[in-house]
């Protein structure tokens, strides 16, 4: 029996539920016994039979790790969501009342993420999605919208600005948020750290007063200015009613971490016998009033300073002991205060920010079994995978992860087979074959992105960077066309188009990941035997996810598919639009019947359509289909293409290859492969010079103090290492970790390295005076050593279990349901606000719920014990926990 039924079912006579401590009945296993109650009355002996069975099932495993101590625990962040659109944005001041906008993420004062420009318009709509890791600490996670200029510097209309601590509030939530004002005192970041004390002098004449230590130690974090290192200086300030003393530290020159070290006197109180004229009262009662005030600026030399952050500490909580703390930036009082009158537009947006404190890998083996057996488990809507599909609000929360783990252990494509079986069973129409948004069709568009990564950049990449690089008008619109556009032409310049991109498909198949045949080849049996009578379904099946859902998207926004390192204008954009709309249709061209031409709402489209009708594209298709989706092996091509992993512009320092010349920072386009890693004066130029992946030694940060830059790395490949600079610390990372994996398995990899570089005569790290000196520093563990696929499989682990922790009351409600039917035959008709489950056997699902629960319950037990030891560890006032705002 399969059936959908609401969550909640409401107890009659025979009350069942799932709650912990309650007696169980006869025959239950010990998870059994803390999860389930005994029912009296009619219902008692079916429940009873139904836990029995349960529980001969096996329960849920015995955790291999009994005790969290917090070694070994990584805090991992990513970030994900979407900038929608804003609207009501402020007109331009010029005639031209609009704007070119685009959208930036910032971490505190670094750009991470940057839209495409939006051309003249006050409610732009960007809709880009972004995904990454954040590599470092950060206070506020901001939203800038700048119009772009082509003199002057981009304009900053406005701002989102969300703290830290308040992401959780919007996580996968659209929300529109009002723009503020971009006020230059608000924005902050970094911390300081200081030390404070009240000493009592006695005076010659045997009289007592006070006297305030500023000790000003350093700085961690503060922002770039105007994209560089600043210089930063302090002002440290004993304020009062009727007093500001002010004193000035030395400026440092190009960094982001100074070391201050310099300490400041202040009289507090005087003697009454003092005698010179006071500019102040020196009533004891000011004390009370006092504080200390620390600003921090960047010198602008010959313009005007910038301001960096201040904090503020009343003398009053000074005792006689000496007060040491770090302290967190704060924007001056007045910042943040919005525009009185101004309404400068809002920003809709969907945010989601998770952190992920990954244990060591034994204890998510109980968890990590119970979802690689889902593939096994019948039916497959009883098994753990599927169910995390069910109580998850949001599909795609549980399908990333998900999918990952079982690429990771090789279960992705028996998994897809059994719920696109499931699929099929509730698909009645032939034409509506896989084309709703279910656990199998999102499942496998994420797999395709993951597998098919580099089949899309060896497939598409030069056709796109064509059509991007040299665009052809190619608007066929009759409403949109200008004055003076010939139809014709635009019309020949599609077609040119479209035929490049379908020619470079259908002629791809010797490229297609065996990974992704081998699913291919499954849906296409699934599907001739769902529909018999039918000779086009087989071919349906798989356009629908390799045309539709793979080519024709990527097509369309080749910067997601990491295609192309930009967001194309609104031309070209516009081009790519149409000529995915094509290829579409062309690929499901002889899948479902002889005229697609319905399936276009615009006239122009049909029309241009029409040039297509000819058999020869129908038999291309179709030979494509049957290539993809066979398992038969490929003939391998002489020479295995190197596989294309990650491209973009940084900054290198220069080597001192030749005697002549300063070594100084130049800007490089780099291009990372399977074999070499090369850099170019230009993209798409010749390399300048490429270093074998085999010739790498190690890949590690290189600290700032080294050129007194931010988000450099070195690639150590022989006698001198290359010093590379990222712009911005995701980036870095994400470099780092490439060429981290593709290069683990050399085998004259280092064990340690210098952190710091070799100047004027020594190592900064360790003051070695020979520069073949062996490393100080042990080189940071390695990573998985797949090239295409990067998968942390504990991390995975990790994320599917904070799935389940949050939706706890779903899988009890789940669980209440299976009783449910198996006391009174059938689900309940009572609806309620929850979403309906799958459930095909009780029993089998009830067995599996008991099982995740169990598992979900005793590995809260480590991470509540980290949490409460990272709390209890990181002293308020630490680097680690920094006071934030003013000490009372």
Request: some cysteine.
């Amino acid at each position: 029996m399969r059936m959908r039924l609401p969550l909640r079912c409401p107890m009659g006579e025979a009350e069942w539920a799932g709650r912990r401590g309650e007696v169980p009945p006869a025959g239950a296993s010990a998870h059994c016994r803390t999860r389930a109650r005994a029912v009296e009355g009619r219902g008692s002996c079916l429940l009873s039979s139904l836990l029995a069975r349960s529980a001969a099932g096996g329960g849920g495993g015995t955790m291999a790790a009994e005790d969290g101590d917090g070694e070994g625990v990584r805090v991992l962040q990513n970030l994900r969501g979407k900038i929608c659109e804003a609207k009501n944005l402020v007109p331009y001041s010029g005639p031209n009342k609009m704007r070119d906008c685009f959208c930036t993420i910032n971490l505190d004062q670094e750009e991470v993420f940057r839209t495409q420009v939006v051309e003249k318009s006050l409610s732009p709509f960007f809709g880009e999605e972004f995904y990454f890791e954040i590599p470092r600490t950060f206070q506020c996670l901001s939203f800038y919208i700048y119009d772009k200029s082509v003199l002057q510097r981009d304009l900053r209309i406005g701002k989102v600005a969300i703290k830290k601590e308040d992401l959780c509030k919007y996580t996968s939530k659209e929300t529109w948020f009002l723009l503020q004002p971009v006020d230059s005192n608000s924005e902050v970041q970094g911390k300081v750290h200081l030390e404070l004390k009240l000493n009592e002098l006695i005076t010659d004449n045997g009289s007592v007063c006070q006297q305030l230590v500023v000790h000003i130690k350093e700085c961690h974090g503060l922002p770039l200015v105007n994209g560089q290192n600043c210089d930063p200086y302090a002002t440290v300030s004993l304020m009062g009613p009727s007093r500001n003393d002010q004193k000035k530290t030395k400026v440092k020159k190009k960094t982001s971490n100074p070391q201050f070290n310099e300490t400041f006197y202040f009289e507090v109180t005087r003697s009454s016998s003092y005698t010179k004229k006071s500019q102040f009262q020196v009533e004891e009662e000011d004390i009370e009033k006092l504080e200390v005030r620390i600003d921090l600026w960047n010198n602008g030399n010959l313009v005007q300073d910038v301001f960096l952050g201040e904090i503020k500490v009343p003398v009053k909580v000074l005792g006689n002991d000496s007060f040491q703390a770090w302290y967190l930036l704060q924007p001056r009082e007045n910042g943040n205060k919005p525009s009185k009158t101004d309404d400068l537009g809002s920003l809709r947006l969907n945010v989601c920010y998770t952190e992920d404190y990954v244990l060591p890998s034994e204890y998510y083996v109980s968890l990590r079994n119970l979802l690689l057996k889902s593939p096994d488990v019948e039916p497959v809507s009883a098994s753990a995978a599927y169910i995390l599909g069910e109580v998850c609000r949001d599909k795609y929360d549980a399908v990333l992860p998900l999918v990952r783990l079982l690429l990771h252990h090789h279960k992705i494509v028996p998994f897809v087979t059994a719920v696109a079986e499931l699929d099929l069973k509730d698909t009645q129409e032939v034409n509506t074959i896989f084309r709703g948004n279910t656990l199998a069709t999102r499942c496998l568009d994420e797999m395709m992105k993951i597998v098919g990564k580099h089949y899309l950049k060896v497939t598409l990449k030069p056709v796109l960077d064509e059509i991007c690089e040299s665009p052809k008008p190619c608007e066929i619109d009759p409403i949109k066309l200008k004055e003076g556009d010939n139809v014709e032409v635009h019309k020949e310049n599609l077609r040119y188009y479209v035929d490049k991109v379908f020619n470079t498909i259908v002629q791809s198949s010797i490229s297609c990941p065996t990974l992704m045949c081998d699913v291919f080849y499954s849906l296409r049996h699934l599907a001739a035997k769902r529909f018999p009578n039918d000779p086009h379904v087989q071919y349906s099946a798989v356009s629908s996810f390799v045309f539709l859902r793979f080519f024709a998207v990527a097509v369309v926004s080749p910067h997601t598919f990491h295609l192309r390192p930009h967001h194309p204008d609104a031309q070209t954009s516009r081009t790519l639009t149409l000529i995915s709309k094509t290829i579409q249709t062309l690929g499901s061209w002889g899948s479902l019947s002889k005229s697609k031409l319905s399936s276009f709402k615009e006239t122009f489209m049909c029309e241009f359509f029409k040039t297509f009708q000819e058999e020869k594209f129908t038999e291309a298709v179709q030979k494509f289909l049957d290539e993809v989706s066979s398992t038969e092996s490929k003939e391998p091509s002489g020479m295995s293409e190197p596989v294309h992993l990650k491209e973009g512009e940084m900054y290198k320092r220069a080597q001192g290859r030749t005697r002549i010349g300063k070594k100084n920072f130049k800007k490089r386009w780099f291009c990372l492969t399977s074999r070499e890693l090369t850099y170019h004066k230009q993209r798409d130029k010749e390399p300048i010079y490429n270093i074998p992946i085999k010739n790498i030694l190690t890949v590690e940060k290189l600290e700032e103090s080294a050129f007194n830059r931010k988000n450099m790395f070195q690639v150590i490949y022989g006698e001198k290492p290359l010093y590379i600079q990222a712009n911005n610390c995701v980036e870095a990372s994400e470099w780092i970790e490439a060429l981290c994996r593709v290069s683990r398995c050399n085998q004259r990899r280092l064990s340690v390295y210098h952190p710091s570089a070799f100047l004027n005569g020594n190592w900064l790290c360790c003051k070695a005076t020979t520069e073949n000196t062996k490393g100080c520093t042990p080189c940071t563990a390695g990573v998985p050593a797949d090239i295409q696929i990067e998968i942390d499989g504990d991390r995975e682990t990790e994320r599917i279990y904070s799935l389940f922790a949050i939706n706890m009351p779903k899988l009890q409600k789940m669980e209440e349901a299976c009783g449910s039917i198996a006391v009174y035959q059938g689900p309940q008709k009572e609806l309620d606000d929850y979403s309906n489950f799958t459930i095909e056997d009780s029993v089998a699902t009830f067995q599996t719920l008991q099982q995740i629960i169990a598992i979900v319950e005793k590995l809260n037990e480590p991470h509540e014990k980290y949490q409460k030891k990272r709390s209890s560890s990181a002293k308020y006032g630490s680097e680690e926990n920094p006071i934030v705002g003013k000490v009372s």
